[in-house]
């Protein structure tokens, strides 16, 4: 009896891995589609890069020149892949994109996390004469959710998050 029992439960848990299996596509999207997170996009007092592949640094060099931004702030610290830090090598793409110079800032501290690097957004901001009170948030779209969280958690309520 104990033998059939245990068949049994392992016939209906290999039938509901198989259904799994078979079904991971439609689950994959579904968990993808939680994590994408995306405001409509409008005009912020600076738009922050953080630390990733070079078509966030090109997106947000387009926001900019489409007049979505006053600044480009870029975090990120050393860059394994290209040898250089992320501000650096965002304020190269950026200005081959045709930003001022002037209107890109960067902070190259070394940073380890999203956390991290919201905390030096957040430090360049205490340390400006006037306020911030919006900022479009560039990063891989699946990172967006967590990334929000991150943002509300470090600046508060208040400030204005788009999440481009």
Known sequence: MARKKAALVAAAVGLMGLTLFLAREPILFKVGDFLV????????????????PDESTDYAARLFKQGYGEKIFFTGGWCREHKQN???????????????????????????????EVMRLKAWMAGRGEPIRSVASVSDPYHMRRARWTYRHILGEDLELRMA
């Open 37 to 52: 997170v995306q405001d409509k996009v409008q005009v912020v007092d600076v738009i922050h890069v953080i630390a990733g």
């Open 86 to 116: 992320h501000g650096d090598r965002g304020r190269e793409r950026a200005v081959a994109n045709g930003v001022p110079s002037e209107a890109i800032v960067t902070d190259d501290s070394p940073v380890t996390s999203t956390y991290s």
